[in-house]
């Protein structure tokens, strides 16, 4: 299994602009994860789906990010505009949903830088 | 879920046993205690994680305390490769969030 795939790996823009960031997670699991890590702030968690469905948005930091997965094999986090404060390295993770105590998937990760 | 509280940073000699301790004294019982660690650069990986019994597998040993307020993770023979950012949770099973705190900065040295 290539595991959960995500891109692109860097990602470097301009202030205002939009950024796309693509998830694939691993085949047959059904709970996606995003999160965001910063030197001050750490690993947050920003949204995660179980069967392609929102479940928690709680951790989404304004109306400019959104996400969405349009099937099981694919998601984006995407950021409209973009902002400096923006800048992070963002995760994703996929599981395997089967009673209680599954184990996350990391994938390598999108560093992002907005100048 | 319950908060976990590590020790921010720890050193191992190479070779030697790292035991890395974490304290979740308002655990509830159907709440799974999780350990992933984060090298450099690179996103989380899972450990190990366990509800009451210790636990075993080929990269650690857990061992949760009878009343399971603590716990603590054993890397048996510790390797340079072994220097990492371990992070010890708590998660509900009834929940798929897994919130990551602070953890333990291990460094492991020749």
Redesign the interface.
Known sequence: DAG?IQSPRHEVTEMGQEVTLRCKPISGHN?L?W?RQTMMR??E?LI?F?NNVP??DSGMPEDRFSAKMPNASFSTLKIQPSEPRDSAVY?C?S?S?T???????????TQLSVL | DAKTTQPPSMDCAEGRAANLPCNHSTISG?E?V?W?R?IH??????II?G?KNNETNEMASLIITEDRKSSTLILPHATLRDTAVY?CIVR???T???????GTRLQVFP
Do not use: C, M, W
Request: no cysteine.
């Open positions: 959960v709970s994860f999160y750490g690993l968690l995660y179980n479940i928690d995760f993770a599981s949903r009673g209680g105590d599954e184990k996350l998937f990391f994938g390598s990760g | 159907n799974y999780y992933y984060q650069s690179q996103g989380p990986q899972y994680h509800l992070y509900s099973g009834n798929d969030k897994l919130i990551f705190g602070t």
